[in-house]
């Protein structure tokens, strides 16, 4: 992608699975800094060789968007609804896939879209974007760790499985708490010991809207005297991302 921009071209198009899009979304938008051109991520649900295929129409839609919307930022573009109208430009830190199977799996979680495409022309939805500059020169940071994992919290929960990852070295762990920001009080020795020994632990919450706010409840407070970081209404999947990418 780097190589493509520095060439001189008015846009970047990326066909990729649906599975793991939202993740390779969140990962450009932190390795490519100060892009001059979009940067776009495109799939399809039905496959190319299915007469319902969505494939063509998508990569269409995205190469039109790619090559003259107003924008210089990383998004996911998807079908804005079932039918063929239109598409929507996805940020590409706020994305989630949302549906296994319907044309319009991809939502805005905490955030509006960036921008439509109708009828071969981008509408931007949000004012607050950065604008096309062909000027302007690409920053590339592309490293990211291994060594950092996204734990799902549940009843039941075994602390053992966050004292592994210590063990093993990892540098972060980002929980997926329940509610505003939560775990099981078992796992408080586990965590706090974590935090001793420089393990970064982030908290993001199962929910798909709103935010974490861990001063509400007695849970959320201990946790945070304890050193687990609240992580707002960042996606899992995004934190995730962009603690590979910090270390």
Known sequence: ????????????????GTDTMAYTAAALSFALQDLPVP???????????RPSSDAALNLLYSVTAAANA????????????????????HRGTKVRKCHTSRRDT?????????????????????????????????????NFEEKIALVKTHPGFNPQLIEWLVEDGYHGIILEGTGLGHVSTTCFNAIKRAVEKKVFVGMTSQCLWGRVDMKVYETGRDLMAIGVVPLGDMLPETALVKLLWVY
């Open 106 to 142: 991809f939502k805005s979680i905490n955030a509006k879209p960036l921008a439509r495409i109708e009828e071969g022309k981008a509408t931007m939805v949000t004012e607050d974007y950065q604008k096309r500059d062909p000027k302007r020169k690409l920053v590339l940071k592309p």
């Open 39 to 49: 940067v776009l991520l495109v799939g399809s649900q039905r496959s190319s060789d």
């Open 1 to 16: 992608i780097a190589r493509h921009i520095e060439d001189g071209v008015d846009g970047v198009v990326v066909a990729h």
């Open 70 to 89: 107003p924008f210089a930022e990383v998004a996911l573009a998807f079908r804005d609804s079932i039918s063929d109208n239109a598409m929507v430009l």
